[in-house]
């Protein structure tokens, strides 16, 4: 191929006939002989661009030879004759193991460390154990409240709950029921006049959060107070603490290792209906135990009801708070008690089973 065809731009009398000459330019270049040597070359795209082309103009020269080595690893014959190794499947992930829900350790610790308190209170000076539950629901009250101010902004008065609370439980370890009543009602009175000292703002909607804090910490709370001044105060006591830990127990063990129907997934997506079965078998099995060996004049078969009666307030209470935790979008009450949450994660199926355990043995043996 003639070098001055394909490097030297064409004339402008190339592709048409002049007027002046022949069916053929002059020139030897463009003699008859060699017209079909001078056929314009086919233009080839440049692989390293989309859309422009090796010789366009002068002025992407300069590009050309800066991109030349790119463009030959990175056409389309250097991809070709890379081997291709065959896409396998990915791997299925293995099972994962069912986990539980908490630290088992830092929970079972928590647990024992809280029993061994409880116990030597309950055992040793009865009025020890209720400055135990003084403290219990003054935390509680503190949890409680400043959950409610966090999340929703509703300012219940912490100061008359916790002094009117902690009176409350007193008053009904000294003065029985009817004492807790006249406590509990001072207690909402006193929320009431707090609270004036602050704007009316939002007034309503603190001092109901404020008389309701007091009726489910306190108050409820007080029944665990009542039970003691019996004869066999801590025995009555002791069986109303073991029937609700061995209820939650039997509750979180079958729920964990067989559960597969929910109880109610809108409240509490973590319990189910075996786990309810659980809970109820435990707590007739501990509960008729309990009535023969530690209850004075208990029988058997009371223990069957005890049991069946406290697995079923024991999961309303637990639902109960789910929902106030739900309502606020928090998944524990507190951070003070490692695997457990707070005070008022441990509280929740205590405080509706007191009054139920208490009315129940009156019922069966007495105050």
Request: some cysteine.
């Amino acid at each position: 191929m003639n070098d001055s065809s394909w490097g030297a731009p064409p004339r402008a009398e190339y592709w048409g006939q002049a007027p002046d000459q022949g069916p053929f330019p002059a020139g030897p270049a463009y003699g008859e002989h060699e017209v079909e040597q001078t056929r314009p070359m086919p233009i080839v795209p440049d692989a390293g661009r989309d859309g422009e082309y090796a010789g366009d103009s002068a002025q992407n020269d300069d590009r050309d030879h800066r991109d030349q080595g790119a463009a030959r690893l990175s056409g389309p014959l250097f991809r070709d004759e890379i081997p291709q190794e065959p896409m396998s499947a990915p791997e299925p992930p293995p099972p994962e193991k069912k986990k539980a829900g908490r630290d088992l350790r830092a929970a079972i610790g928590v647990g024992v460390g809280l029993g061994v308190v409880i116990i030597a209170s309950l055992f040793i000076v009865k009025a020890l154990f209720v400055g135990v539950i003084a403290v219990a629901v003054v935390v509680g009250l503190w949890e409680l409240t400043s959950r409610l101010e966090e999340r929703k902004g509703i300012k219940a008065p912490l100061v008359p709950l916790a002094v009117g609370g902690a009176a409350m439980v007193v008053a009904g370890y000294v003065r029985g029921a009817e004492g807790a009543w006249v406590a509990m009602a001072l207690t909402a009175l006193a929320v009431l006049v707090w609270r004036m000292t602050e704007p009316p703002e939002g007034y309503l909607k603190d001092v109901t959060a404020g008389v309701f804090a007091a009726f489910y910490v306190p108050f409820l709370a007080t029944f665990v107070a009542m039970m003691l001044t019996s004869d066999d105060g801590p025995q009555r006591v002791l069986t109303f603490l073991l029937l609700t830990v061995v209820s939650d127990t039997g509750a979180y063990a079958i729920g964990w290792r067989f559960g597969k129907t929910k109880l109610a997934p809108r409240i509490s997506p973590g319990k189910t209906r075996e786990g309810l079965v659980g809970a109820v078998t435990f707590a007739m099995a501990a509960g008729a135990l309990c009535m023969q060996f530690l209850i004075d004049d208990g029988q058997w078969w009371q223990g069957l009801l005890l049991g069946l009666a406290v697995a079923a307030s024991a999961t309303l209470g637990d639902l109960g708070e789910s929902m106030i935790k739900r309502d606020l979008g928090i998944k524990d009450m507190g951070t003070l008690l490692p695997g457990h949450g707070g005070i008022m994660d441990r509280l929740d199926s205590l405080l509706p089973t007191a009054p139920v355990v208490w009315l129940l043995l009156v019922l069966f043996v007495g105050s």
